[in-house]
């Protein structure tokens, strides 16, 4: 971490009422991470979200990255189909070609 920091630079603020958030970005002019958003890899068909079994669970999905990036899952999407329509419960950057339960809480 100390060897990272110094080569940030601080953007400027971004400013919401009595919040501010300051952008950093590295050497080599902001380009993070690869990933995907969820509905994007979805729409793609190069992940899928289904029950956990047979039987289901629904405090959890199983996803399942076929593709090359990672994809990013949004805390408070929501993950129409399965048994139910579900709802994350956090953020979570899924890696490629893997699978992982997602938490979710039922919103019907």
Not at 51 to 72: A, F, I, K, W
Request: net charge negative; with cysteine; charged share 20%.
């Amino acid at each position: 971490m100390a060897i990272t920091l110094p080569a940030l630079k601080i953007g400027n603020p971004l400013n919401y009422e009595a919040l501010s958030v300051f952008p950093l970005f590295g050497e080599n002019g902001g380009a993070g991470v690869p990933y995907s958003l969820s509905d994007e890899a979805i729409a793609s068909d190069t992940v899928t979200v289904t029950e956990v079994s047979e039987g289901g669970s629904v405090p959890d999905l199983l996803v399942e990255n076929r593709g090359n990036e990672r994809v990013l899952f949004l805390e408070g999407e929501e993950l129409v189909g399965a048994k139910q329509n579900r709802v994350l419960n956090l953020s979570l950057l899924v890696a490629a070609h893997s699978k992982t339960t997602l938490p979710v809480s039922c919103v019907e």
